[in-house]
């Protein structure tokens, strides 16, 4: 049965260069699309991506939203394009302080980002109000990258309400670890919003790092997936520990995987 499926990835090619997750943020949504399945695909806008060359463009009906983060304002970009040879639309999340005057996830001597935990709130945050303006209502949200970990505590907590997200299932994929250093302490506070208390938060380490993020991932996940084979045994047995469906690395043949598992859920 054909399904809505939302891709929410950290990178995708040929916008940024090729890694594990680049890649597979490019594969999974043109598997699914040519599967049959309505899909709709978001990443951050990194400073790094030649916008002339990608042929991006705001969308400005989408544009023009503030969201609050410890306090301070910072306005939400939306811009669009399409992976020509695959007819992929990807939607690009901006802002000019957490985004596109920067490199990625780490700076130019690279060292990560000491806001990279305001960075993945701004973007979780981003998309989630984007898709609601977009008024699409997906089966299936699928979170590729440590970027959008906090996707599924908002969905299950501050969204649940949101028409948009009230039968949705989240899917996390676990890729290898690329986050070099913490988020420091200031996350838990940051990423309050609407019915998200810092207080929930209180069964992880206050320095948020690469295999908490994890741990919140699937904690309010329907499902979990290990996109590689070297993904980390630890946060695999967390989620089976907490009687929470996975599938195994399924080599690179994974489409069909991937829809039973998202039939299953």
């Not at 899909?39 to 989408?62: A, D, S, Y």
């Not at 979170?143 to 649940?160: D, N, S």
């Not at 380490?205 to 996940?221: C, H, P, Q, R, T």
Request: charged content about 25%; proline content about 4%; overall charge negative.
């Amino acid at each position: 049965m054909a399904q809505k499926i939302l891709f929410i990835n950290q990178e995708i090619i040929p916008y940024v260069p090729d890694s594990e997750l680049s890649l597979m943020g490019k594969a999974l949504p043109q598997a699914m699309q040519d599967n049959g399945h309505e899909i709709r695909t978001f990443m951050p806008k990194w400073g790094t991506i030649n916008e002339r060359r990608g042929q991006l463009h705001e969308v400005i009906r989408l544009s023009g939203m503030n969201l609050i983060i410890d306090d301070t304002d910072h306005p939400l970009i939306i811009k669009v394009a399409t992976i020509v040879q695959t007819r992929i639309q990807v939607y690009f999340i901006d802002n000019d302080d957490y985004f596109s005057k920067r490199q990625m996830t780490a700076n130019e001597q690279g060292e990560d980002y000491p806001d990279n935990g305001e960075r993945a709130i701004f973007f979780a945050r981003g998309v989630l109000e984007t898709v609601k303006k977009l008024r699409w209502v997906p089966d299936i949200i699928h979170v590729q990258g440590w970027m959008g970990a906090v996707v599924p505590l908002y969905i299950k907590t501050a969204y649940h309400d949101e028409p948009s997200f009230a039968n949705t299932k989240v899917v996390t994929s676990l890729f290898t670890n690329n986050l070099k250093s913490d988020l420091g302490t200031r996350f838990k506070r940051c990423v309050e919003f609407r019915d998200v208390k810092a207080s929930m938060l209180k069964k992880y380490n206050d320095n948020f790092d690469f295999m908490e993020l994890g741990k919140l991932a699937i904690d309010y996940s329907d499902g979990v997936i290990a996109a590689n084979k070297d993904v980390s045994q630890e946060l695999m047995k967390y989620a089976e520990s907490n009687n929470i469906p996975t599938l195994a690395w399924p080599g690179d043949d994974f489409a069909a995987a991937y829809e039973d598992f998202y039939a299953k859920l």
